[in-house]
């Protein structure tokens, strides 16, 4: 059975809410979503519920598991390096068609993102302008589930960066975005895809301890 526009958007809905908490880190690795408690919050039918949880599956933010349930899922190095390569891969892809397309005003918008990186004084407003520059370069490629794909490996990554970097956020001038938006004003898209799948690749390079006395480890997420 199709799902109705209307249940549509309220799954997105809730899928979206839910994924911005595990995001933000209000819900853990391993903490338990449930069911019966997400429908009566949102005032919906558990089979909507259902589907959102669908959704987060896919995004590799919950995973299902047999007699446990759906939890908030864990995630470690190896699986930051993976998020990174895919992130490379589709992002370069989705530049070399974007790039042709992309016209001065969207890349004055990239460039005002860059600035907004810079400028940010928190992870949280750094990582929104970060994703606000690599989805405008990308914006003009003319490929939906493409887009929809990089937009969920984001979700992820968001995850990583934002578990790592709250405590030790700095300030930072980020080169690579600046570099690609050059090659991309002079029409080098080859140069352009070179430094996006470099910088993008940086992701997850330098584990380091998150104090004396953590087991955790936090991961470079500069993409």
């Given at each position: 059975m199709r799902m109705s526009s209307k249940d549509d958007t309220i799954t997105s809905r809730i899928a979206r809410s839910l994924a911005e908490r595990i995001v933000r880190g209000e819900m853990t690795p391993g903490a338990r979503l449930a069911q019966d408690h997400i429908a009566?919050?949102?005032?919906?039918?558990?089979?909507?519920?259902?589907?959102?949880?669908?959704?987060?599956?896919?995004?590799?933010?919950v995973v299902s598991l047999p007699r446990r349930g759906v939890r908030v899922a864990?995630?470690?190095?190896?699986?930051?390096?993976?998020?990174?390569?895919?992130?490379?891969?589709?992002?370069?892809?989705?530049?070399?068609?974007?790039a042709p397309f992309l016209t001065p005003a969207l890349l004055d918008e990239a460039e005002a993102a860059t600035a907004a990186c810079d400028a940010a004084e928190n992870v949280e407003d750094w990582e929104a302008a970060n994703r606000r520059f690599h989805r405008l370069i990308i914006s003009t490629c003319d490929m939906p589930r493409l887009l929809a794909a990089i937009d969920d490996l984001h979700a992820v990554?968001?995850?990583?960066?934002?578990?790592?970097?709250?405590?030790?956020?700095?300030?930072?001038?980020?080169?690579d975005h600046r570099a690609i938006l050059q090659a991309l004003r002079r029409g080098d898209t080859v140069n352009a895809c070179a430094v996006l799948e470099r910088h993008v690749q940086l992701i997850g390079r330098v584990p380091s301890a998150l104090n004396a006395g953590a087991a955790a480890s936090r991961f470079a997420i500069v993409g």
């Open positions: 009566e919050e949102f005032d919906v039918s558990q089979a909507s519920v259902r589907e959102a949880f669908r959704r987060l599956e896919a995004q590799g933010l864990s995630f470690d190095l190896k699986q930051v390096r993976e998020v990174a390569e895919m992130r490379a891969a589709l992002e370069v892809l989705a530049l070399k068609h974007a990554s968001a995850r990583f960066l934002l578990a790592g970097w709250q405590s030790t956020w700095e300030r930072r001038t980020d080169h």
